[in-house]
């Protein structure tokens, strides 16, 4: 029962049809409210408007034929709820995001936008003109690093380090750095510290940003294979300012169970520059040069919060 209704004459035909002037930019189609409000139209190009009077809870609904919605458009709380929303159900609705296959470059950024890259595994955010993994990992090495050794000041950078983003440090983020593996020293007597540096060179520290200050010096004499770890905050306390503390943990081979705490502690923040992309970088620094003296990164994770 309707004012009018038009049915198909047959069961392959259209029951009607709409069709814009060819030469004219007017809708299609309006709907109007009892008072003459436009709340729906299709415009000559086909695009739709859904505009109801009055807000709603239920101002658009996709269901399914028993009457469950998939979709919902509150107009009231200004929220789109997938499903049942907040109220849940036993068998939910689904968001499905689209997903990059084939490659792990990103597509063209926009802020706020969402993908998954079916490469990667991982599912990625636009963030301030960026594309960021969604979980925070900003890097995760895959294999271990090959030894550093017979090195001092200018020692070369472990082979994992973290590339930072331009613009990625504003005020109040944190990068955490966990990077742990094992060091070896000769007869003669040595101090190994470890630095973090922030820039594009990954053989030389001179020419790069030390974040904070070197660790504590950890003096050790002919082991191998002992254990170490670096758990280390960076608190961007502007966008050209960061703030460094953490601690590093050493086993000095006085027992195959002692661990040395070295805290790693600075008073100032660093001065940096962060408007360009540049790396995070672990430069291992020996206070005499030697062969025998070698350090191995197994695992560096860096993530953002």
């Known amino acids: 029962d309707a004012n009018f209704n038009i049915q198909a004459a047959t069961a392959g035909s259209v029951a009607g049809v709409l069709q814009a002037n060819p030469s004219g930019t007017g809708n299609i189609f309006n709907a109007l409210d009892g008072a003459g409000n436009l709340v729906d139209s299709i415009s000559s190009t086909g695009n739709l408007l859904v505009k109801p009077s009055t807000t709603s809870t239920f101002a658009v609904q996709v269901q399914t034929p028993g009457g469950v919605n998939v979709l919902a458009v509150d107009t009231a709380n200004m929220r789109v709820d997938i499903g049942a929303g907040a109220t849940g159900e036993a068998t939910p609705s689904l968001l499905v995001l689209d997903s990059e296959t084939g490659t792990s470059n990103d597509p063209t950024e926009v802020d706020g936008a969402m993908y998954y890259n079916a490469t990667t595994r991982s599912f990625r955010c636009g963030v301030d003109g960026t594309w960021q993994s969604c979980n925070g990992l900003m890097y995760a090495n895959s294999s271990i690093s090959p030894s550093v050794n017979n090195c001092t000041t200018n ?9 930072v983003p331009a613009n990625y440090c504003q005020t109040g983020k944190v990068i955490k750095i966990l990077s742990d593996g094992y060091y070896s020293t000769g007869a003669t007597s040595s101090s190994l510290q470890f630095g973090v540096y922030y820039g594009t060179s990954a053989t030389s520290a001179s020419s790069d940003t030390l974040i904070g200050t070197l660790t504590p010096s950890a003096t050790t004499t002919s082991v191998t294979n002992d254990y ?27 027992s195959t169970n002692s661990m040395t705490v070295l805290p790693i502690a600075s008073t100032t923040a660093t001065t940096v520059v962060t408007n360009v992309a540049n790396n995070l970088y672990i430069f291992p620094i020996w206070s005499s040069a030697s062969t025998s003296n070698t350090v191995t990164v197994t695992q560096m994770v860096v993530s953002g919060l």
Request: with cysteine.
């Open 155 to 163: 020692c070369a950078a472990f082979s994992t380090s973290a590339a």
């Open 228 to 254: 170490f770890q670096m758990d280390y905050n960076l608190v961007c306390f502007s966008t050209s300012s960061i703030e460094a503390e953490g601690t590093l943990n050493v086993q000095t081979g006085i």
